[in-house]
C-alpha cells in the first residue's frame, strides 16, 4: 500500500482542471469549468469542476469525486493505480508499504500485462532501429514506402518482430516476463501441438495501440509479404486492459489538437493517421479499419461534437460505412464528409501536399454528410424507381437517428429538396422510424421535464437546502448531520433561551448532542466523516473552519465521492433575483441553521428511540420470565417517555 504522506503529496499536487481536460473539452464558466459528462450521454453539460474545491460533480447523473477518483471511474482501474498514475504525471516518488495477498492478486494481472506491453513496445523500436533485419525490412518499409521521418517513427513508436518464429517470445521469457501474460496479453501464441510458445507478430512492422492516458494496450502488426493467404494485418486480441471497440488509434496523439480545433478527422487505418500527424494535421484519429462502435463515438464525444470523415476515392469502401455513420448521428455529433481524388487515400494525399493544402482541400471540400449520401445514393438510383424508394428508405434511417428535433426538421427539408419528394411523406416516415426504434421514450422524457418543471415552479424560491422533515430516513437524517458539519460546522446561530438569544456553534451542538446519548450513525461512510470531522475538530478548536481536503482527499474513495456529493449537494439552489428586487426576505445562512441544526439533531434521535422500541417490541414476543417481562416493559415506558418529549420538542403529535 501507499503511505500516506505520499498520498498527500500526490493530492497536493493534482490539478483537477489539468487531469479532467485530458479527457473532456473544459470550458470556463465563473470560477467553474464546465463539459459534457464523460459518464453518461447528455447534449446539454451538466459537469462541473471545481479548481477551488478540487472537485468534480455531474448533476445529472450525480457522480463525483476529485482527481484521483475521476481517474478510477474513467479508467477503470483501482485507487492505488489511479494514485500512481497522478504521480507519474507530477515526477512524486510513490512509496508503498508491503500490500496485502489479495491487492497484489488483484493488482498484478493488469500491471503485468501493462508492463510487458511496454518491454515489447521498447523491443519492436529498437529491434527496427538498431537489428540488420527491422532496419532493412522495417526502416525501409516507413521511410521508403511511407515517407516516414525518424521523429514520426519515434513518437508513434513504430517497430519490426523478427521474423524468428519465437525469437521475441524466447527473448521476453529471458527477460524475466511470465508465459501466461505473454499469452493473455496475445503477444504469443501457444501451439496445440507441444504447448511452446510462438510469435503472434512475427516477420510484421509493428503499430502499438496507445489507450487515452497513453499507456500501451494493443498491437497492429502488417505484413509486407504478397502472399494473399497471409492476412494483411494482425492485431492484439481482446484481453483484460484491452478492448478494441473502445479504443480509438491515435486518440492518445490528437486529443488536444481536437480540444482546440473543436472537430476530429476520423480515417480508415494506423498510416492514414501516421502521415497525416506528419504533415500538420494533428486532429485525426482512426477506427483502425474495424466498424466504428458506440463506445469509441462517445469517447471522441468527450471531446468535440463535429467529425469529418475523410474518404477516398473506393465507392465501394464508402458504401460499406455509411451504416456506421449513421451511429455518430444517433449519438447528436454533427457529420461532415470529404470526398479525395482518385486514387488518393489519406495516407497518400497527405504525403504529397503540405500541411496548410492539407487543410484547406478539407475546407473547400468537406459537406453535410446527410446531402451527400443522398446525392451519392440518386446516383445509384438514377431511373429506377424500385432504388430510389430504397434510396428514401436509407435515407429515412439516417434522419431518424438524430436525436435534435431542430435538426431534423432541417435535414428533411433538405433532402425534401435534393431527392425530389414531398416533405410531408418524409416528415410521417421519420416519425414512424422513430416511433419504432425509441417506443415511448420521447413522450416520458417530455413528462419528465414537464413534472420537473413544476417541482421546479413549486419550490420556495429561497430554500438554499433541503430540508428533512418528519418522515426521513435515519439515513437522510445522518446525511443532514454530516452535510452541516461539512459546510457550516465552523458558523454560529442564536437560538432563544426564554429572552436571551444565545450564540451556538453548529458542531458543538451536534456533538453534543450525539455524546449525551453515545450515538455513533449506521452509516459506515457517514461514520467515518463524522470520525474525521470530530478528529480536525478537535485539533483546529471551535469555530475553526475544517478545510474540505480532509474529507474530498480521504483515503477511502467512497467517503471521497460521498463528501463531493454532499459539499456539492445545495450548489443548484440560489436565490430568486426577483425577490431581492422586491426587496422580499431572503433567509441568511444563519437563520436556516437556527432551524435546521436543533430540528435534525431531533429528528435523528428521534428515529434512533423509535428503532429501540421496535427492537424491545419484539422481544415482547419471545417466551420470557415475568421478571425479564417487567424489564422489557419498563424499558419500552422510558423509551416512550423520550419519544413523547421529543414530538413535543418538535411540535408534533405521536398517535
Known sequence: MIDRETVDRIYAAANIVDIVGEYVTLRRKGVNYQACCPFHNEKTPS?????????????????????????????????????????????????????????????????????????????????????????????????????????????????????????????????????????????????????????????????????????????????????????????????????????????????????????????????????????????????????????????????????????????????????????????GMNVRVVLLPEPEDPDSFARSHTADELQEYIRRNEQDFLAFKARLLLEDAKGDPIRKAALIGDMVQSVAQIPDPIQRSVYIKECARIMDIDEQILISEVARKRMASTGDREADDFVRRQTALRREEARPETEFVQRVEAGSSTEALERELVKYLLKYGHCSFDFKEGRTMVPCNVAEVIFAELDEDNLTFLNPLYNQLLATYREQWRIAGRGVEIPPYHFINHPDPEVCNVSVDILTGDDMYVASELWRRKDMHVETDEEILAVGVPKAVTLYKSKVIERFIREWQAKLTDERTEEEECEVMQRLSALNKARVALAHKLQRLIL
Open 47 to 331: 459537469f462541473v469542476v471545481s479548481p477551488s474545491k478540487g472537485v468534480y460533480k455531474c448533476f445529472g447523473c450525480g457522480k463525483g469525486g476529485n482527481a484521483v477518483t475521476f481517474l478510477m471511474e474513467h479508467e477503470s482501474v483501482t485507487y492505488p493505480e489511479a494514485l500512481k498514475m497522478v504521480a507519474k504525471r507530477y515526477g512524486i516518488e510513490v512509496r508503498e508499504k508491503e500490500m496485502t495477498e489479495e491487492e497484489v492478486r488483484r493488482n498484478d494481472d493488469r500491471e503485468s500485462m501493462f508492463a510487458l506491453n511496454g518491454w515489447a513496445a521498447d523491443y519492436f523500436a529498437d529491434y527496427l532501429l538498431n537489428r540488420t533485419e527491422g532496419q532493412s525490412v522495417g526502416l525501409t518499409y516507413f521511410r521508403q514506402k511511407r515517407g516516414m521521418t525518424d521523429a514520426t517513427i519515434k513518437k508513434f513508436g513504430l517497430g519490426f518482430c523478427p521474423a524468428k518464429g519465437d525469437r521475441m517470445s524466447q527473448d521476453a521469457l529471458a527477460a524475466g516476463y511470465k508465459e501466461e501474460f505473454l499469452v493473455s496479453t496475445g503477444l504469443s501464441l501457444k501451439s496445440d501441438r507441444d504447448g511452446s510458445l510462438f510469435d503472434r507478430f512475427r516477420d510484421r512492422v509493428i503499430f502499438p495501440v496507445h489507450n487515452i492516458s497513453g499507456r500501451i494496450v494493443a498491437f497492429g502488426g502488417r505484413t509486407l509479404r504478397t502472399d494473399k493467404q497471409v492476412a494483411k494485418y494482425q492485431n492484439s486480441p481482446e484481453s483484460e486492459i484491452y478492448s478494441k471497440k473502445r479504443e480509438l488509434y491515435g486518440l492518445y496523439f490528437a486529443k488536444k489538437a481536437i480540444q482546440q480545433l473543436d472537430y476530429a478527422i476520423l480515417v480508415e487505418g494506423y498510416t492514414d493517421v501516421i502521415s497525416m500527424h506528419q504533415a500538420g494535421v494533428e486532429n485525426v484519429v482512426s477506427s483502425s479499419g474495424t466498424s466504428l462502435t458506440t463506445e469509441q463515438i462517445r469517447l471522441l464525444n468527450r471531446f468535440t461534437k463535429n467529425i469529418t470523415v475523410i474518404y477516398d476515392g473506393d465507392s465501394a469502401g464508402i458504401h460499406a460505412s455509411l451504416r456506421g455513420i449513421d451511429m455518430i448521428l444517433k449519438e
